[in-house]
């Protein structure tokens, strides 16, 4: 069925963690949407996004697009009734780590999307963990049914392939947030600041999240910084990637910083706003970063800047591994001596690192548009039918 008015459009609903305003999933969206603009132009459709979100009204004025409660089942079936097809993610959608309704929901969405005909899109999702297997059929049955699955690591497709899903039937391809661009015009502003600021401390962004409950985490990423600091002066600046959480959680750890932080080292917290290139942004102007948040690496690798990650979850030791890289520490074990030696040979030699992972990051690159491309050309099919 074509829905639009013109024989080529095609409206197609997004469904993922959006609205909340976290920079990460953020990002995840702005580049879905760039990317299907752009490879919808090169295939000769146009698609016209309808995002499901949270706060459909923000959600609108940040990206142009039309919104839709997601939570509202009329809302969402009105969208998919109207709709060409869905596109499923990305993020780490169906995992039930974080709570036991966030598989049975997403596959909901796809499911009623199958009932009514739609063509179903799963787009660089991270799958997993999943430790009720009850929830393993809700997973099978709607990527069995799915025109396009690509997951963004190789675990997450062995994953599928373990509940049944053919693997096949399966892509690997880099979270979307890899294929980001910075603000329009910041490049040549960058490229001047830079050019008048060399003689300026070197810039570590620090992107924390609240994960222990007795914050002995946040405890030992504050006693690394203080390592780091000792040995050498820098400006630690703090990156809120979910707000108001981690702007709350920056603020901890400073205050654990205060009285520690030697000769003229400073730690501040940014606030780029909800924008997600612009985040980007911010990150793109650190000399290295300290990482907690998956979204924060993968804006580093997007950027070339040299990182170390803390892992809190396989989804970080995964991505890391993609690019040849191990975490610097967990949650359980952070050693504030290792850490500072490993910061100060990224400060001391950016370009080693640089050189070093530069295939694997452009590599990365150039793929996170495939998802776009596979999903713009299925679309076309339809249209030539």
Known sequence: MVTGTDKKNRRIVISGYYGFRNSGDEAVLRSILLALAEQGEAAGVTIQPVVLSADPAWTSQMYGVEAVRRMHPKDVWNALRTSDGLISGGGSLLQDATSAKTIPYY???????QLLGKPTFIYSQGIGPVHRRWM????????????YVSVRDAESAELLKRIGVPHSRIEVVPDPVMGL?????????ERAEAAGDAAALPVVGVSLRHWRKDGADLGRAA??????ASRRPVRLRFLPFHTPDDAETSKLVMERLAGRLA????AELAAPGDDPQQMLLEVSRCDALFGMRLHALIYAANQMVP???L???PKIDQFLHRLGLDAIGT???LDPAAFADSAEVLLDNPEAWKKKHREAIERLRQQSQQPAQQIAQLLRQTISR
């Open 307 to 309: 990182m170390l990650g």
């Open 223 to 228: 006693d690394a910084l203080a390592e780091l």
């Open 107 to 113: 596959t909901g969405v796809i499911k009623l999307a």
């Open 181 to 189: 661009p910075l603000p329009a015009g910041s490049a040549a502003v």
């Open 331 to 333: 949650t359980e074990e």
């Open 263 to 266: 000769g003229g080292s400073t």
């Open 136 to 147: 393993d059929p809700l997973i099978r049955g709607v990527m069995r049914k799915s025109a």
């Open 311 to 313: 892992s809190y979850d």
